[in-house]
C-alpha cells in the first residue's frame, strides 16, 4: 500500500488478488460435471436444494464444504451418493434426479462436543455464582 498511495483511496485489495476472488467464488458455485449454471440453489427451512439438474449429469458439486454429517436426497426421498471431491466440496451423484435436496444431521462427535460445551458452561455458571454467593456472606458478616 505504501508503494501504490492511490490503492487505500478506491480500492484495498492488492494487483490480482480480484482476480483469485473471482476464481474462488466460481470454484465453491455448483457445478453440473465441471459445468457453472446460475441460479440453481433454493433454501427450505434447514435444507438446501440443488433444482434443475440437467439429464445425465454424473457428478453436481455444491458450494458447501464437505461435512460427514451431509446427506443427499431426491424428490422421492432416495438417498443419493454424497462424498468429498477433489476441492474439498460436497459432491452428490444424482442419478437421474432433478432435484437434489442437502439435510445435515448431527455427528455423534458433533452431538458430543454439544453435551461438553453445555457442562462446561453450567460448570462454569455453578462456580460463579457460589462464588458470588460466598462474597454476599463474606461482606455481610464484615458488617456485624
Given at each position: 500500500?505504501l508503494?501504490?498511495?492511490?490503492?487505500a483511496?478506491d480500492?484495498?485489495?492488492?494487483?490480482?488478488?480480484?482476480?483469485n476472488?473471482?476464481?474462488?467464488y466460481?470454484?465453491?458455485?455448483?457445478?453440473?460435471?465441471?459445468?457453472?449454471?446460475?441460479?440453481?440453489?433454493?433454501?427450505?427451512?434447514q435444507?438446501?436444494?440443488?433444482?434443475?439438474?440437467p439429464r445425465?449429469?454424473?457428478s453436481v458439486?455444491?458450494?458447501?464444504?464437505?461435512l460427514?454429517g451431509?446427506?443427499?436426497?431426491?424428490t422421492?426421498?432416495?438417498?443419493?451418493k454424497?462424498?468429498?471431491?477433489?476441492?474439498?466440496f460436497l459432491?452428490?451423484?444424482?442419478?437421474?434426479?432433478?432435484?437434489?435436496?442437502l439435510?445435515?444431521h448431527?455427528?455423534?462427535?458433533?452431538q458430543?462436543s454439544?453435551?461438553i460445551?453445555?457442562i462446561?458452561?453450567?460448570?462454569?455458571?455453578?462456580?460463579?455464582?457460589?462464588?458470588f454467593i460466598?462474597?454476599?456472606?463474606?461482606t455481610s458478616?464484615l458488617?456485624?
Amino acid at each position: 500500500m505504501l508503494d501504490r498511495p492511490s490503492l487505500a483511496l478506491d480500492d484495498y485489495r492488492a494487483q490480482g488478488q480480484e482476480r483469485n476472488a473471482k476464481r474462488i467464488y466460481s470454484d465453491s458455485l455448483v457445478q453440473f460435471d465441471k459445468q457453472i449454471l446460475p441460479n440453481r440453489t433454493m433454501v427450505k427451512g434447514q435444507d438446501f436444494y440443488i433444482i434443475g439438474v440437467p439429464r445425465n449429469t454424473r457428478s453436481v458439486q455444491t458450494p458447501i464444504t464437505y461435512l460427514k454429517g451431509f446427506a443427499a436426497f431426491d424428490t422421492q426421498g432416495k438417498r443419493l451418493k454424497a462424498y468429498k471431491n477433489k476441492g474439498g466440496f460436497l459432491s452428490v451423484d444424482p442419478s437421474g434426479a432433478k432435484t437434489i435436496r442437502l439435510t445435515y444431521h448431527k455427528t455423534l462427535v458433533h452431538q458430543i462436543s454439544l453435551i461438553i460445551f453445555i457442562i462446561t458452561w453450567l460448570a462454569l455458571g455453578g462456580y460463579w455464582l457460589i462464588y458470588f454467593i460466598k462474597g454476599i456472606f463474606y461482606t455481610s458478616r464484615l458488617k456485624h
